[in-house]
């Protein structure tokens, strides 16, 4: 299967994307998903973190994620303004 994927991408004249970029683009993929409604603020935060950050560490970008859908699920009362705060870095993530 993967040499399938590799031999379309070369006949497409697409590089294989480094894990970093590939991590970023995911990221972006969900934080677009979060700016659109598609998913909670919290789902999408909770996502990056889960999905990516904790496969990719060192995509240090997105450590922000981490801690808002933490400080999410500790604190009831500021849920509102944590999802605030995730939707910003959403938007900032897509406008890299």
């Not at 697409?14 to 979060?34: H, T």
């Not at 999408?44 to 970008?61: C, M, N, Q, S, T």
């Not at 981490?66 to 995730?86: F, M, N, P, T, W």
Request: hydrophobic share 40%; aromatic share 8%; charged share 30%.
């Amino acid at each position: 299967m993967q040499s399938l994927f590799l031999k379309a991408l070369d006949e497409l004249k697409k590089p294989l994307p480094s894990p970093r970029d590939a991590g970023l683009s995911l990221a972006r993929d969900i934080a677009d998903q979060v700016v659109k409604g598609t998913i909670t603020p919290y789902q999408g935060a909770k996502a990056i973190w889960h999905d990516i950050y904790a496969r990719f560490p060192e995509l240090v970008e997105l450590r922000l994620f981490v801690g808002l859908a933490s400080e999410y699920e500790d604190d009831e009362k500021h849920r509102d303004a944590y999802s605030d705060q995730i939707i910003d870095e959403c938007n900032i993530l897509l406008a890299k």
